[in-house]
């Protein structure tokens, strides 16, 4: 295997584990668990859930895939903290959300050769990767499997 | 710079960024918070600090540096959930732990060349790793870092 390959590999796997764990938690829950907090007065399921899923959406343009399909959400989710009074999508909705960008995310991914993967991601310049190689695509995804496990990590305690 | 120095700095930026936010919060608690649970019923902050201290200590020998400094640790912290009834070290103890740790990696993970880098950790076979050869040392930092940022979500709840 090419060094490029087995690197792209190590960083998706670990991706895709932490999405699976994720899912393995949310398939567990009940709605009504999930619309409760994570711990007294901290975020609550809806709200983790919303945020995790506007961050993988905004991933899409920012790999360079294609537009965000929910950009109405990031007011929400990414602008606002949790209680904020705005109204928040039900728990199915947010779930459709959460699994439809996964896999539109798993799709692109698929798709990618593993020297595309070492190509820079559209919010860094073409200038500024010249000198900072590692702001590529691939270490998006590090830093968001990071973001997701750390919330993970958070929404396992709205099990009962 | 080359492909294998490129990879092993994406993914010793994210453990040391991963651990800097860590202690960053830990500088924050207060041993009396440290003591408390971060959510109820669930881990206490030692009882996490001591666990994270414990999996990145026993990476000294799994990645072929050096012993485990404290392997009297691993009983209470590796091998029992929290409240087992046995009895924990102080938080100044744990947080020493922790630093000493933390410390012995940084040390080690920049003595260490690119390629060996993707070298085999200490569990895996050479003929697995013949076969599997994203088992190398890169990819424990990458999966630790994970688990490190699951409890980093969970230990914020600390903070009052």
Redesign the interface.
Known sequence: ?E??E??V???L??WYS?VANTNKLLNSLTDEQLRGD???G?NSGIYLLGHLAAVNDRMLPLLGFEDQAYPHYNDIFLASPDKSGKVMPEAGELRTFWNETNAKLEKHFKSLTASEW?QRHTSVSEEDFAKE??RNR??VV??R???L??????M??LKK
Chains 1, 2 share one sequence.
């Open positions: 295997m060094q490029q087995l690197f590999k190590m960083v796997d670990n932490t994570a711990a007294p901290r070492f190689p590692h691939l270490n590090l830093g499997t990071t973001h496990s750390s919330h993970l990590g958070q396992l305690y």
